[in-house]
């Protein structure tokens, strides 16, 4: 039973605002430890069924502002990638271990921030690390069923696009478009699941005003942020959700 006390809100509230800055104005690679913060009090079912329509609102909140600033050939190759892994995750929802897929995509996307930091300090030599279309195809799959089963995403198409060297707001857009059209598809197996409850519907009403500020501050750190200094961001995001992604599948 979800109840909606103090000590829900207490802790629901700052999850929230977190998840919009986030997918507001640095992508989506850190927005999923909303979800794991909520599952620490609410069962992973209660935290999923809460976050999904949350995320679907800041993504309606950020759309606008990036509208048509994204790689529409790189955002294209995830979406595709990713239906087929959010029916991919609905089939196995009941029966997958989504903790290979943490430690799986936090070593991937370790392996990645330490091999362009390699790369730049001259103690790796190789030639550019632009990726493949086929590589953003599997990265949309594998972000399509990690959203599904965590709302854990972000990561793997992260890697994608910063192997792509996009400007700021072309990642930007190309994410919120991306992960727009993910959490859409995302909606219909989730009712199905029974993931959505009345007390998961007052939960949204009640904080549904937490997510739009989070949004609206997240496009405005965007703006203010330097190019260098919000690619380094994303690293770090990268980072640090790559690392907690390994600790939370190992434990």
Same mark, same amino acid.
């Given at each position: 039973?979800?109840?909606?006390?103090?000590?829900?809100?207490?802790?629901?509230?700052? $999850?929230?605002?977190?998840?919009?800055?986030?997918?507001?104005?640095?992508?989506?690679?850190?927005?999923?430890?909303?979800?794991?913060?909520?599952a620490?009090?609410?069962?992973?079912?209660?935290?999923?069924?809460?976050?999904?329509?949350?995320?679907?609102?800041?993504?309606?909140?950020?759309?606008?502002p990036?509208?048509?600033?994204?790689?529409?050939?790189?955002?294209?190759?995830?979406?595709?990638?990713?239906?087929?892994?959010?029916?991919?995750?609905?089939?196995?929802?009941?029966?997958?271990?989504p903790?290979v897929?943490?430690?799986?995509?936090?070593?991937?996307?370790?392996?990645?921030?330490?091999?362009q930091?390699?790369?730049?300090?001259?103690?790796?030599?190789?030639?550019?690390?632009?990726?493949?279309?086929?590589?953003?195809?599997?990265?949309?799959?594998?972000?399509?069923?990690?959203?599904?089963?965590?709302?854990?995403?972000?990561?793997?198409?992260?890697?994608?696009?910063?192997?792509?060297?996009?400007?700021?707001?072309?990642?930007?857009?190309?994410?919120?478009?991306?992960?727009?059209?993910?959490?859409?598809? &995302?909606?219909?197996?989730?009712?199905y699941?029974?993931?959505?409850?009345?007390?998961?519907?007052?939960?949204?009403? $009640?904080?549904?005003?937490?997510?739009?500020?989070?949004?609206?501050?997240?496009? &405005?750190?965007?703006?203010?942020?330097?190019?260098?200094?919000?690619f380094?961001?994303?690293?770090?995001?990268?980072?640090?959700?790559?690392?907690?992604?390994?600790?939370?599948?190992l434990?």
């Amino acid at each position: 039973m979800l109840e909606l006390n103090g000590a829900f809100f207490a802790v629901a509230v700052p $999850a929230v605002l977190f998840a919009g800055i986030s997918k507001g104005g640095f992508g989506s690679g850190a927005a999923f430890a909303s979800s794991t913060i909520l599952a620490l009090f609410l069962t992973p079912g209660q935290a999923l069924g809460v976050m999904l329509p949350l995320l679907m609102l800041i993504d309606a909140t950020t759309l606008r502002p990036y509208w048509k600033t994204w790689s529409w050939p790189d955002a294209r190759l995830l979406i595709l990638g990713a239906v087929p892994g959010v029916v991919l995750g609905a089939l196995l929802y009941k029966v997958a271990e989504p903790d290979v897929f943490r430690v799986l995509i936090g070593g991937i996307s370790l392996a990645f921030v330490f091999w362009q930091a390699g790369r730049r300090m001259g103690l790796i030599r190789a030639g550019g690390t632009r990726l493949s279309g086929w590589v953003g195809g599997l990265a949309g799959l594998v972000a399509g069923f990690t959203s599904f089963v965590s709302h854990a995403g972000g990561p793997p198409a992260a890697v994608y696009l910063l192997s792509r060297k996009l400007d700021k707001t072309s990642f930007q857009g190309t994410t919120v478009l991306v992960f727009w059209v993910i959490n859409i598809v &995302k909606f219909v197996p989730y009712a199905y699941l029974g993931l959505f409850t009345a007390e998961t519907a007052l939960a949204n009403l $009640a904080l549904a005003p937490v997510a739009i500020v989070g949004a609206l501050i997240g496009v &405005k750190a965007h703006r203010i942020v330097p190019e260098r200094l919000f690619f380094g961001l994303t690293y770090v995001l990268l980072v640090v959700t790559g690392a907690k992604l390994i600790w939370e599948g190992l434990t």
